[in-house]
């Protein structure tokens, strides 16, 4: 990527004032992240959710000195990045309206085959009881070849990502920090292993620091990047829960592991099952058999497409981005396909009238 573009994505990303969704809205708007830089802060306030505060923080020249700042850091140490419109670019996560539109990683990730991706998470504080069964059910997927995904903190996390890297499966990291550091520090000893069964992701940059609020934003990215999270242990309040509750706001299949009712660091895992908002899980089996994962081992014959559905010039132009790329976003389709978010509508509504689409929650879209 050219440093002009890159420069433009790093300000935009330290606009404070601007989140990752009014970050795309800008984008698209303006046809690309260098143009929001070049277009009129007048012509820009006009978009819905920018207002004079937002456009002050856009254009403050203390974000391009970090900018650059941080683009050194990059270069010097060949930081590896992928953009949210890149290619590379998880899949799951591309499909989240407030995923990052920038992730630095490092080590060896490889998550073009994404269908079996999940999310584990839970307590610090873990017992020997959600041990034993993290460990036994990392086991029991490992024929499966899934890619596991947690946070790197104490408890749940860390243990996952041993278990994972103990049957030779690929982890995932996700930090709450730039990679000047690692929290928390005991876990230094496991870095190299992690970059060398998969590696690390993190939104934040080389120089900031674990805070308690980005914990929270790091949460989004673990529960967006997988098909799937799992809770193994949680109080009734707690960062895995809160992970649970993303999860669920993106449409995504939610499992936990009962325990007893009167164990503290099972209360949060009984009440998202009593709830309704997670699926108990006792075993490998329930995962396998929910996500249809023995169904994919199997050959398979392929669904006969409908034929001879005559499209438009711009329907066709639609219907080839979204076969090659998958579920997608209303905002993304606008962006790539270059269709004004008016036009597209109809478009995308004659598609479905034609049985080849289908509308999904969050104003997005997939090729039947």
Known sequence: MKDNKLIAILRLQRSRAIGDVLAKKL????????????????????????????????FDKKNILQAENELNYIRK???????????DFPRHLHNCIDSPILLFKDGNISIENDSKIISIVGTRNMSSYGRHFCEELIKDLAPHNPIIVSG???????????????????????????F????????????????????????????????????????RI????????????????????????????????????????TDVFSRGCNSLIKNNKATL?????????????????????????????????????????LHQKGKQLLDIIALEC???????????????????LQPLPGKMFEII
Not at 29 to 34: D, H, L, M, Q, S
Not at 235 to 255: H, P, Q, W
């Open 281 to 321: 899980l006792t075993s490998a089996q329930d995962i396998i058999k929910m996500l249809n994962w023995d169904v994919q081992n199997k050959q398979t014959k392929p669904v006969q497409k409908q034929l001879f559905v005559e499209f438009t010039e711009t329907e066709q132009k639609i219907y080839d981005f």
């Open 180 to 219: 000047e550091q690692i929290y928390p520090k005991v876990h230094k000893k496991y870095i190299h292993d992690v970059q060398k069964n998969g590696g690390f992701f993190t939104e934040f940059w080389s120089d900031e620091p674990p805070l308690r609020e980005n914990f929270l934003r790091r949460n």
């Open 152 to 178: 790197f903190a104490y408890g749940v996390d860390i243990c996952a990502h041993k278990a994972a890297m103990k049957h030779n499966l690929q982890t995932i990291a996700v930090l709450a920090h730039g």
């Open 222 to 261: 673990v529960a967006g990047i997988s098909k799937a999270t799992v809770i193994i242990e949680s109080a009734e309040k707690g960062g895995s829960l809160v992970t649970a509750d993303i999860a669920n706001s993106y449409d995504k299949d939610i499992f936990a592991l009962p325990g007893r009712a």
């Open 27 to 58: 984008i698209v708007a303006t046809g690309g992240v260098e143009n929001v830089f070049e277009e009129k802060p007048a012509i820009l306030e006009k978009i819905n959710g920018v207002g004079s505060y937002a456009i002050g923080h856009l």
């Open 77 to 87: 140490n060949d930081l590896k990045y992928t953009y949210f419109l890149d290619e």
């Open 338 to 356: 270059n269709i004004p978010i008016v036009q597209l509508s109809s478009v995308l509504l004659q598609l479905e009238l034609k049985g080849v």
